[in-house]
């Protein structure tokens, strides 16, 4: 593989077993993911203005190549810096990007609106709610899956 893309992507199984606890808490609120092939990555790249996290729907060809409808990437150094639960909400925010057409198709992802979203996840809406279920479902019966 090219060294300039293993320098700036790195996979991570923390991230997936984060996503994995979301969508099984409160999957009636992420419908549109399960119909999609997405993947998630670490990025060691600078972010603009201070994200933690981008998600991006791929061109045809990339989704022809590869199967994947949406790459999520989380901005390692911004990402590792915030508080657990401010990480869980960064990971809801970027998953509530994932959109359907009216055919059920991948979309142009949900675009950030000033009310919508802001740099601080706690002020972000579509973490509201989620995150006190996720918090709630952390003190899981013993033998259950846990960040």
Do not use: W
């Amino acid at each position: 593989m090219d060294k300039s893309l293993t320098s700036r992507f790195e996979e991570s199984p923390e991230l997936d077993k984060a996503v994995r606890f979301i969508l099984s808490t409160v999957p009636e609120r992420f419908p549109e993911v399960f119909s999609v092939k997405y993947s998630l990555v670490f990025t060691t790249k600078d972010s603009p203005i201070h994200y933690a996290g981008q998600c991006q729907k791929v061109s045809d060809k990339v989704r022809f190549k590869t199967g994947l409808d949406y790459v999520i990437s989380i901005y390692k150094n911004n990402f590792l810096q915030i508080a657990k639960e401010e990480q869980l909400k960064v990971l809801i925010h970027e998953l509530h990007h994932i959109m359907l057409d009216e055919r059920g198709r991948p979309r142009v992802r949900r675009h950030n609106e000033a009310e919508e979203f802001c740099e601080l996840p706690t002020h972000d809406k579509y973490s509201s709610g989620v995150l006190d279920t996720l918090i709630r479902n952390l003190s899981m019966k013993p033998g259950e899956e846990r960040l």
